[in-house]
């Protein structure tokens, strides 16, 4: 995947492309960037003092903090890109690996989580680039209401700007949350909030696991649309 862009100018034409809502150039910023991630990913993995996690979770952290700080970042602010991804890259595995290094039943709940988030939001995997970058950023809505419900602050390693953005994010999702449907609204606080399964929302709500599935993934792209109406935030 590096190498991919040949020349900083065809990179500025992409950053430019990017702020006009041009999707595909958003793309290849990501595909350009990977490298990155799976960098940072990697000396995270090597020094590892547990060997519980793979190195595929910490990959997937790392891409949700680079697609976070794709999305904010300020292109005038007079700053490498690399410079600022990798505080957002080292935050998201330093926020996520303690609980996947966690022993007993909340490590058991998170593993059955994310499993279950990645099914809703992905599926079998089986999907276009397009449509892969979509779900990674929706479950960076999933990762954001986990830490609203742990009531945890910014992630360590975040510059100052990083940890004002995350914080303003935050407190949106908290009043955002309150205003989805009825069902949505259960499937998402009972998940979130009060660390239930899908099988187990499933029961208490009388309906199948795939229709809880299937509302916690509308659940998702409501609250990133509610996000950019109300704060501008570009999280699609």
Same mark, same amino acid.
Not at 70 to 86: I, N, P, Q
Not at 108 to 137: M, Q, T
Not at 177 to 202: C, E, N, R, T, W
Not at 209 to 222: L, N, P, V
């Given at each position: !995947?590096?190498?991919?862009?040949?020349?900083?100018?065809?990179?500025?034409?992409?950053?430019?492309?990017?702020?006009?809502?041009?999707?595909?150039?958003?793309?290849?910023?990501?595909?350009?960037?990977?490298? %990155?991630?799976?960098?940072?990913?990697?000396?995270?993995?090597?020094?590892?003092?547990?060997?519980?996690?793979?190195?595929?979770?910490?990959?997937?952290?790392?891409?949700?903090?680079?697609?976070?700080?794709?999305?904010?970042?300020?292109?005038?602010?007079?700053?490498?890109?690399?410079?600022?991804?990798?505080?957002?890259?080292?935050?998201?595995?330093?926020?996520?690996?303690?609980? !996947?290094?966690?022993?007993?039943?909340?490590?058991?709940?998170?593993?059955?989580?994310?499993?279950?988030?990645?099914?809703?939001?992905?599926?079998?995997?089986?999907?276009?680039?397009?449509?892969?970058?979509?779900?990674?950023?929706?479950?960076?809505?999933?990762?954001?209401?986990?830490?609203?419900?742990?009531?945890?602050?910014?992630?360590?390693?975040?510059?100052?700007?990083?940890? %004002?953005?995350?914080?303003?994010? %935050?407190?949106?999702?908290?009043?955002?949350?309150?205003?989805?449907?009825?069902?949505?609204? !259960?499937?998402?606080?009972?998940?979130?909030?009060?660390?239930?399964?899908?099988?187990?929302?499933?029961?208490?709500?009388?309906?199948?696991?795939?229709?809880?599935?299937?509302?916690?993934?509308?659940?998702?792209? !409501?609250?990133?649309?509610?996000?950019?109406?109300?704060?501008?935030?570009?999280?699609?």
């Amino acid at each position: !995947m590096g190498g991919f862009i040949e020349s900083p100018s065809r990179e500025a034409d992409l950053w430019i492309a990017f702020a006009g809502g041009d999707k595909s150039a958003r793309e290849q910023l990501i595909l350009l960037y990977h490298p %990155l991630a799976a960098r940072i990913a990697g000396k995270f993995f090597a020094g590892r003092a547990v060997d519980s996690v793979p190195y595929e979770d910490y990959l997937q952290f790392g891409l949700l903090g680079l697609i976070e700080a794709l999305e904010v970042f300020d292109v005038s602010a007079g700053v490498k890109f690399s410079t600022f991804a990798g505080y957002r890259v080292r935050g998201a595995i330093l926020n996520g690996l303690p609980r !996947m290094t966690e022993n007993g039943s909340q490590y058991e709940f998170y593993k059955r989580a994310l499993e279950e988030r990645n099914d809703s939001l992905i599926g079998d995997g089986k999907v276009a680039f397009e449509d892969f970058v979509d779900a990674i950023i929706s479950l960076a809505v999933g990762f954001q209401l986990d830490a609203l419900a742990s009531g945890t602050g910014p992630r360590e390693g975040l510059d100052p700007y990083s940890s %004002l953005h995350y914080d303003q994010l %935050l407190g949106s999702l908290s009043g955002l949350v309150k205003k989805l449907p009825l069902k949505q609204y !259960m499937v998402v606080h009972g998940h979130y909030f009060q660390f239930k399964s899908f099988v187990d929302i499933a029961e208490e709500l009388e309906l199948s696991k795939g229709r809880i599935s299937q509302i916690h993934r509308e659940a998702i792209a !409501m609250l990133r649309q509610l996000l950019r109406d109300r704060d501008h935030v570009r999280l699609a």
